[in-house]
């Protein structure tokens, strides 16, 4: 009779974050600001297949510390080196509520398909 391998303990206390070593040491994160690098953790940390990361640059800005305004150009990086991709627009209505802007991370799948990496293409400009 075999033995049974002891469990990891690192899994059984509300899942694991993988990330792709070939993306942390890419140009296009390696180059970017703290506060671009804590948003991407916080976007993964909400991610889930089957549907898009709903995030705002508000409840960004009081996770991360900082003021909105800066979120807010943490999210343009991480659009503009394409690590993440915009699936539906904020909306802003008093009656009916606010509805924050979801996200697609192209480094994780999305929708049961696989994801696109979008940010392999990113170059540095000189």
Not at 42 to 58: E, I, M, S, T
Request: charged content about 30%.
């Amino acid at each position: 009779m075999s033995k049974k391998k002891p469990r990891l303990g690192y899994d059984g206390r509300g899942g694991v974050m993988v990330v792709s070593r070939a993306m942390r040491e890419s140009p296009a994160y390696q180059s970017m600001p703290a506060t671009a690098k804590v948003l991407m953790d916080l976007l993964h940390l909400q991610w889930r297949n089957d549907k898009p990361v709903a995030y705002g640059v508000r409840e960004a800005g009081q996770k991360i510390g900082c003021k909105p305004e800066t979120a807010g150009k943490a999210f343009n990086v991480l659009q503009e080196r394409g690590f993440i991709v915009c699936f539906e627009q904020s909306l802003f209505n008093s009656k009916t509520g606010s509805k924050a802007r979801e996200w697609r991370l192209t480094w994780m799948p999305f929708d049961y398909k696989n994801p696109t990496h979008d940010w392999e293409k990113w170059r540095p400009e000189n």
